[in-house]
């Protein structure tokens, strides 16, 4: 059974790393998005494998979801949460891979 002390709140922040996780998972569900994401980031399938678990990796997923408004609102809406949630997720990352 669940407890109330178990569940994160509703306002508590979201786990940048997790939410690009979840968003890489989403383009992936269509193969011209997932082509684009790889033809423009630059990484192979193997470097995006590799390199789940890194901060610049997952922050150019969600650069990547930043940079065409039609994917970020519907990503931001499979996901649930706000578009720019995803926005400032890729920011944070980018900061922490230093390439912000």
């Known amino acids: ?8 709140p509703a306002d508590a922040p979201l786990d940048p790393g997790a939410l690009a996780l979840s968003a ?3 383009v ?8 684009r994401l790889l ?3 630059g990484l192979t399938p193997d470097a995006l494998r590799a390199g789940l678990g890194d901060t610049g990796v997952q922050a150019a997923v969600l650069e990547f979801l ?3 408004e039609p994917d970020l ?3 931001a809406d499979a996901l649930n949460v706000a578009p720019a ?6 920011d944070a ?8």
Request: overall charge negative.
């Open 24 to 26: 890489l998972a989403w």
């Open 1 to 8: 059974m669940d407890h109330p002390s178990d569940a994160q």
């Open 28 to 35: 992936l569900t269509d193969d011209d998005r997932a082509a």
């Open 93 to 100: 990352l980018a900061r922490a891979a230093g390439t912000r």
């Open 66 to 68: 930043a940079g065409h």
């Open 85 to 90: 949630t995803l926005a400032a997720a890729a």
């Open 73 to 75: 609102v519907l990503a």
């Open 39 to 41: 033809a423009l980031t």
